[in-house]
């Protein structure tokens, strides 16, 4: 999902505010359906299985905080309806989803965290039903009674997550109930039963979201099974990676029903938490299943009917990706079509005399219009969607431009695409590439997730289905091409109390593209856009009248922003510092948004308390606490079992001036100095005393995006400097 509050619509030239949504008032689950929910449910108690007839935990599991002794998820697509799919008659997919799960509690910090569970309740047909077992062998049923309805599905934990819920379209009511006297050494145990619909008309296939799961969890887990049992007119692919078991295709009770089914047991709990892309290091499948009415749909990454697909050569991902590609101005009737982005684009283009124009400014131009059409819209264009339209503008003004396509490098290379959606598009022009614009995004930027990944540039087929294909490696960025440099000028309040602050924060690269939305938060970027490509005003073409009530919600729109900025940056310092703070001011100097002034930069004014102790007449200062926490290693996070990611490429500097007090001198500077450098990163502390001020000059630069395991402790030194240096005080003393 793309857009947050600040968005407002753009409609029929009148800006109209959004409103936030007024909160639902918790209700309480219909007592009429409590014996409805556990009947439903109850017969999952009684099918054999015997990984939940464990009540014992390994021992070399006792230090942990919980073991799952099982957890069973099963899919089930309607056999009623098999046969019947895409009919005239037929107008929902059914599909059912049985789970599973027990766990032993070993301690307080787990029965905190099963304190609460969460269930599905949305269809008559849904079920569930839990129960604890006491170490004595006592089973006590969970009441249901005072079960209340939650908000949002959204922060349900994981263990409690349905597989296809969010396919199903419609919103599920989801609850949550509280369990007294759960004590450690209990055993929690539950079964759910969920049926869900799907409405097909008029579609040639439906893809169900793709699945990652990641073999390990929060806890151990003894057993755990994943079974999908699907007929004749679905398609099932997966792929298993770093050790995790694969799906197997097992025989099912029904001729015309396919079964495939994934085990995994004895799963321990990864120890690598810092700088880790779990996808890509981790035991995990991934699977999908889709159902369709041919096995020839254009643009569709499937296998054979009945077939356990496990990935995709050279010549089958190209040759779907650019049929992909092609389809996305499919539906051109449709408003808000991706072919009626382009069409509308290319008129207003032609209206600006774009014929006459040179290429570089038909592209910058394009780039911007296109950007602009995004900003007002509620989600963001796929890399797809944009790669059409962008594509389409360049070719009909005689451009010529190539389709890339490539993975994000927080799934893997191109030989692990499984799904459609992981397919990334990007736009190349002579020796430059365009990716996909978001709000503030430039025609220059990267993407974080594409650096350095190794890419296919893809043609058109021919007749004998056959594309040229050409491999190429995506742009990189180093530490200096991403950076954001804070200068902070400090002193102390009259009472002692805070540190007084003013900050300039100017970011660069792919440190901009992470902070930009956040800066520009409570904004009216959107109101003066068009400029940046040279569009035509909201106003130009409004009558009087309509311009007045256009300025009226202009003003409004300002107007809340003004009064809702100051809590928010507040509570982005509140979140940075992990300290209350006293918001001063916030203004916006460049908001990098064109090529002309590409970096962002702010200022803020703020108080930091808790950062001075007093010693008597003597004051304690924490002034590296400015930096914001640093990260601290553990013990046992020492031992380095997996390589390291860190996203990207960085350096962050400081330069950090506070005023000497009046009356004081200052003591302990010198101990502040340091400096770690590797071929990991690096952490540099230069502290001095200067025209009544003490002068910090900090910096800290990770190297590289991804290092080698064995150079952990390289990593660990300049991190560690980094965190040490945050604890050190300055000592202010009297003079007299």
């Known amino acids: 999902m793309k857009k947050y509050f600040q968005h407002a619509l753009l409609c029929a030239g009148i800006l109209i505010l959004s409103s936030l949504s007024t909160a639902k008032a918790q209700e309480f689950i219909d007592e009429d359906f409590l014996e409805n929910i556990e009947t439903n449910a109850k017969f999952i108690w009684s099918e054999p299985a015997t990984a939940f007839s464990v009540t014992e935990t390994p021992a070399k599991w006792n230090d942990q905080s919980a073991v799952v002794l099982g957890y069973k998820r099963s899919i089930l697509f309607d056999k009623k309806n098999s046969g019947g799919f895409f009919t005239a008659r037929q107008k929902n997919v059914l599909f059912f989803e049985k789970v599973r799960f027990k766990i032993q509690l070993h301690d307080k910090n787990s029965v905190q965290g099963f304190s609460e569970i969460y269930f599905r309740y949305s269809d008559k047909d849904d079920g569930f039903v839990a129960r604890v077992i006491k170490p004595d062998g006592e089973t006590i049923s969970v009441n249901l009674k005072e079960a209340v309805e939650l908000e949002s599905a959204n922060d349900i934990p994981e263990f409690f997550k349905s597989f296809f819920d969010q396919t199903s379209g419609a919103q599920s009511r989801y609850y949550k109930v509280a369990i007294p006297n759960l004590e450690p050494g209990d055993i929690l145990e ?13 579609s040639g296939f439906v893809e169900f979201d793709p699945q990652y799961e990641i073999c390990s969890k929060i806890y151990p887990v003894m057993y755990n099974e994943i079974d999908i049992e699907t007929d004749d007119k679905s398609f099932f692919k997966s792929m298993s990676f770093n050790g995790a078991p694969e799906f197997k ?39 999908q299943v889709i159902y369709a009415n041919s096995e020839n749909v254009k643009g569709l990454l499937i296998g054979g009917k009945g077939e356990l697909k496990s990935g995709f050569n050279k010549e089958e991902l190209s040759l779907r990706a650019y049929e992909n590609f092609s389809s996305a101005g499919n539906n051109w009737m449709i408003p808000g079509s991706t072919y009626g982005l382009y069409n509308g684009c290319q008129g207003e283009l ?12 038909f592209i910058t131009t394009a780039y911007y219009m296109i950007r602009n059409k995004v900003v007002f819209m509620n989600n963001y264009l796929s890399d797809r969607s944009f790669a059409f339209v962008f594509s389409m503008l360049l070719t009909r ?31 190349k022009v002579d020796d430059k590439l365009y990716f996909n614009c978001t709000d503030h995004s430039l025609p220059s930027d990267l993407v974080q997730s594409l650096l350095g ?27 200096a091409d991403n950076t954001v440099s804070y200068t902070i000028n400090s002193s102390l309040s009259s009472d002692f109390n805070s540190i007084v602050i003013a900050r300039d924060s100017r970011f660069t690269g792919l440190v901009k593209t992470n902070n930009i939305r956040r800066a520009m938060q409570y904004t009216p ?6 400029k940046n490509y040279g569009g035509a005003s909201p106003t130009e073409k409004m009558k009087p009248r309509e311009e007045e009530e256009y300025d009226k919600s202009v003003k409004a729109i300002k107007d809340e922003y003004k009064k809702l900025k100051p809590d928010y940056v507040k509570d982005g310092l509140e979140s940075e510092f992990q300290h209350k703070v006293k918001f001063t001011d916030f203004k916006i100097v460049s908001d990098g948004r064109t090529d002309k002034k590409k970096d962002l930069v702010y200022t803020e004014q703020f108080e930091l308390p808790g950062q001075i102790r007093r010693a008597g007449k003597k004051y304690l200062v924490n002034l590296t606490s400015l930096l914001g926490p640093q990260l601290q290693i553990k013990k046992d996070e020492r031992e ?21 007090p009046d009356g004081y001198t200052a003591s302990g500077i010198t101990e502040l100095n340091s400096n770690v450098e590797n071929e990991t990163g690096k952490f540099s502390c230069e502290a001095k005393e200067e025209g009544g001020n003490i002068v910090l000059k900090i910096t800290k630069v990770y190297k590289q995006a991804n290092i080698s395991k064995d150079k952990w402790k390289d990593m660990l030194a300049f991190i560690d400097a980094a965190y040490n240096t945050s604890y050190k005080y300055i000592l202010l003393k009297p003079k007299n």
């Open 640 to 660: 380095r079992k997996y390589d390291i990611n860190v996203g990207y490429a960085r350096t962050i500097s400081w330069v950090i001036n506070l005023k000497i």
């Open 453 to 479: 990944n190794d890419a296919y540039i893809i043609g058109e087929s021919d007749r004998r289905r056959t594309q040229d294909i050409k491999l190429v490696t995506l742009p990189d960025a180093t530490a």
């Open 350 to 361: 032609k209206k600006m005399g774009a014929k006459d124009w040179s290429d570089k400014q």
């Open 525 to 530: 970027y959107m109101l003066d856009d068009y």
């Open 397 to 427: 003004q005689n451009i010529k431009n190539e389709v890339v396509i490539s993975i994000s490098n927080t799934i893997g290379k191109l030989k692990d695409v499984l799904f459609d959606d992981e397919i990334r598009y990007a736009i």
């Open 190 to 202: 539950y079964a759910s039963y969920t049926k869900s619909k799907l409405d097909v008309r008029g």
């Open 249 to 287: 295709k097992e025989n099912s009770d029904d001729k015309n029903f396919y079964k495939y089914v994934f085990t995994d047991r004895d799963r321990g709990v990864e120890k690598d938490v810092n700088f880790i892309n779990q996808l890509l290091v981790y035991p995990m499948v991934k699977f």
